[in-house]
């Protein structure tokens, strides 16, 4: 049974730092590549962060990018993101997510997901 359970949300104040885990479980972790995605309150899910199943490849999205870093430790068959200088508008649920492949060319894309955790809660007070 594939399952995905993530950790580490909370309450921090802006400029403050978390690192979240997904720990998974069904299938070799190291076969396919991993991402963490968020959803704000009343917002779309979008992408945060990707990373290869090798590790070879990482992608951010914009707001991402210089604050977070994700990274993977295949013999836990964890994915982490570790997401510093937070910002309220960091403010959101956090999920993880299973792609299909090792890599993908959209790891932004949703699409390309098929397993997914229920999420943790991220809330960045001013």
């Known amino acids: 049974q594939v399952q995905l359970v993530e950790s580490g949300g909370g309450l921090v104040q802006a400029g403050d730092s978390l690192r979240l885990s997904c720990v998974a479980s069904g299938r070799t972790f190291s076969n396919y590549a991993m991402a963490w995605f968020r959803q704000a309150p009343q917002k779309e899910r979008t992408f945060v962060a990707a990373i290869s199943g090798g590790t070879s490849f990482t992608a951010y999205s914009d707001s991402a990018k210089g604050r977070f870093t994700i990274s993977r430790d295949n013999s836990k068959s964890t994915v982490y993101l570790q997401m510093n200088s937070l910002k309220p508008e960091d403010t959101a649920v956090y999920h993880c997510?299973?792609?299909?492949?090792?890599?993908?060319?959209?790891?932004?894309?949703?699409?390309?997901?098929?397993?997914w955790g229920q999420g943790t809660q991220v809330t960045v007070s001013s």
């Open positions: 997510a299973r792609s299909t492949t090792n890599w993908t060319n959209r790891p932004h894309n949703q699409d390309d997901y098929n397993d």
